[in-house]
């Protein structure tokens, strides 16, 4: 009977050491915030998103603390525009198992966040701290890759976005420096996993880079943007931030930005899912995906859920549902990466 309080005083004290944790870790990201500001991109005092990507960045830290070692790092880019000769300045995050034997070689997940001027961040529908802690337990090394038009880190790397275009270079760039960083990481075992934008660059950098990933997953991908500006107003509007208002009213531009064009090039293992009542990515890009990989006769594996509970986030709530499809997820992931 005497155990329950002193229970009690221990998850008390717990609770007082995370909360510390977070007000040092919030305060040690103001203070590099400072101490680098000559080297950013952009000054980041008027950016409402920066504050709450500094807050987030310690709830990582209190979420993942017990199960990964958390990294957020810099590293470089493709020049910003044509006229640059400087590598852009980019952003990731990684995570490496804290029970993970260095003295032997271990497969990596390249983790791509969704949105568009969106960024990795641990809560909302995209679960994104849920899914890491799942990818850390089964045996992943996990990379997130802030790649540029990430929001942020101020008004000039949102406004860098490149949709369909230098994204993707940024993503493989997060892989390449993983395995430059941490010589206990397989390069013959890297998978490439998103959903939604993430599913997008998931997508190209399967059927673009094969040298570079044993396998992919794209999530509700954004798959055929001819399709998709028929239903997103937005559209052409992200084109012309990405490449000029010229290229917004070019069909080819949105044919050379779109991964259903390249869909003829995947040599590597490919997982698609969608659901048909998607309302963000709808179901008739998956499926126009789905058709030109059939016709240029590619093996790959795909499931179409009918009318999932949560529609376009159906498997990355907390839902039996979702637990299930993503526990199909890392059965082909573990097929092909073997953590």
Known sequence: MEKEPAMSSVRTISRAIQLTLLILSLAGACFAQQSTASESIDATENDPDHAVKLADDALWRLDLMDVAELRTFRYTGLPRTAMSKNPMILYAYSFIPRKLDRNRKHPLIVLVHGGVHSSFMTGGPANAANIVRELIEAGYAVVAPDYRGSA??????????????????DALGARAWMLERYPFLDASRVGIVGWSHGGMIALFNVFLHPEAYACAYAGDPVSDLIERRKYIKTMSQTIT??????????????????????????????LIHGATNDETVRIVEVRRLIDALKAAGKNFEYKIYTAAPGGHHFNRIDTRLARESRAEIYQFLSKHLQP
């Open 241 to 270: 931030e990405s490449a000029g208002e010229a290229a917004a009213a070019d069909d080819e531009e949105y044919r050379r930005r779109s991964p259903v064009t390249y869909a003829g090039k995947l040599e590597r293992p490919l």
């Open 152 to 169: 942020g880190y101020g008004a000039s790397y949102r406004n860098a976005i490149d949709y369909g275009g230098k994204e993707n270079d």
